[in-house]
């Protein structure tokens, strides 16, 4: 599986970013994907993730309300939609496909490269 996550950059305190996570390879409606972020020198944090169907959602507490993950098997995307961003939410995203649904950044064997996303005024 091959993983491309985009729709990073620069936002306001209060704003919003939807990031995407452009899937391929044949099974890819297999996996469940994750989404982690990862700051320069630190472990990489889970973020949410989602089931392969799409039925279920898994959020880090500092998330959950702000952010959503959805998926389009057909179009082999998932997307986080994030609002109301802090500047603690700054960091390097990444996307991720696993076998199992979880928040263990070890559960996941294919990874992605990131895209940043900034949260400052």
């Known amino acids: 599986v091959q993983l491309q996550a985009c729709g990073g950059g620069l936002v306001q305190p209060g704003g919003s970013l939807t990031l995407s996570c452009a899937a391929s390879?044949?099974?890819?409606?297999?996996?469940?994907i994750g989404w982690f972020r990862q700051d320069p020198g630190k472990e990489r944090a889970f973020v949410a993730a989602?089931?392969?169907?799409?039925?279920?959602?898994e959020y880090a507490d500092s998330v959950k309300g702000r952010f959503t993950i959805s998926r389009d098997n057909a179009k082999n995307t998932v997307n986080l939609q994030m609002n109301n961003l802090k500047p603690d939410d700054t960091a390097l995203y990444l996307c991720?496909?696993?076998?199992?649904?979880?928040?263990?950044?070890?559960?996941?064997?294919?990874w992605g490269k990131g895209t940043l996303v900034t949260v400052s005024s």
């Open positions: 989602i089931s392969w169907s799409g039925s279920t959602t």
């Open positions: 991720a496909a696993s076998k199992r649904l979880g928040g263990k950044a070890y559960f996941y064997h294919y």
């Open positions: 390879g044949r099974t890819v409606g297999d996996y469940a």
